[in-house]
T-cell receptor, first 113, second 115 residues
Framework: AQSVSQHNHHVILSEAASLELGCNYSYGGTVNLFWYVQYPGQHLQLLLKYFSGDPLVKGIKGFEAEFIKSKFSFNLRKPSVQWSDTAEYFCAVTPGGYNKLIFGAGTRLAVHP | GAVVSQHPSRVICKSGTSVKIECRSLDFQATTMFWYRQFPKQSLMLMATSNEGSKATYEQGVEKDKFLINHASLTLSTLTVTSAHPEDSSFYIC???????????FGQGTRLTVV
């Protein structure tokens, strides 16, 4: 079955620490890849997406992600987190290039001042 | 970005009654809308995909007679939870997009509590 795995369910960091959240998917064909963020009490918002081209994708708020096809991975990174990055982060995949999103379980990030 | 609005944001209903949730794309025409369900501390699970003017496509395990989806126009889709039970209590989220390979925009979600 198609699935998206996020390795870390809870991450706690201090401000200015570097962040990397893992995401792996199980689908052999064409995929589009996404990272969404959900701040407390708010909508899901798109951080970044990969459809094709440069596998290193830059998104909003200083986030970036790298698509490594051979590893079926799309890890999210940020060199220096802020308290305002405290949120839940979801990796998502649209297998076959269609916009039916399959979500990972999410990673809850807490950043302490 | 484009705006998707869900209404109501919270609803409490009695067991056995039906409740309707609306999802509107405010500033674009959404050919496709998706309905998700999110259990506490869990991820979003896709329930169904609806295309304007046609029947919704339900994911495996989702009862189509219980969760009625209508996508009557390019800006409105509705999800009706029929004969609601306490186990239907959840957070329901819609998203809308224009065509394939395009970004889906999410509504703010509706928290349904069945008592």
């Amino acid at each position: 079955a198609q699935s998206v795995s996020q390795h870390n369910h809870h991450v706690i960091l201090s401000e200015a620490a570097s962040l990397e959240l893992g995401c792996n998917y199980s689908y052999g064909g064409t995929v589009n890849l996404f990272w969404y963020v959900q701040y407390p009490g708010q909508h899901l918002q798109l951080l970044l997406k990969y459809f094709s081209g440069d596998p290193l994708v830059k998104g909003i708020k200083g986030f970036e992600a790298e698509f490594i096809k051979s590893k079926f991975s799309f890890n999210l990174r940020k060199p220096s987190v802020q308290w305002s990055d405290t949120a839940e982060y979801f990796c998502a995949v649209t297998p076959g290039g269609y916009n039916k999103l399959i979500f990972g379980a999410g990673t809850r990030l807490a950043v302490h001042p | 970005g484009a705006v998707v609005s869900q209404h109501p944001s919270r609803v409490i209903c009695k067991s056995g009654t039906s409740v309707k949730i609306e999802c509107r794309s405010l500033d674009f025409q959404a050919t496709t809308m998706f309905w998700y369900r999110q259990f506490p501390k869990q991820s979003l699970m896709l329930m169904a995909t609806s295309n304007e003017g046609s029947k919704a496509t339900y994911e495996q395990g989702v009862e189509k007679d219980k969760f009625l989806i209508n996508h009557a126009s390019l800006t409105l889709s509705t999800l009706t939870v029929t004969s609601a039970h306490p186990e239907d209590s959840s957070f329901y989220i819609c998203s809308a997009s224009v065509g394939m390979n395009t970004e889906a925009f999410f509504g703010q979600g509706t928290r349904l509590t069945v008592v």
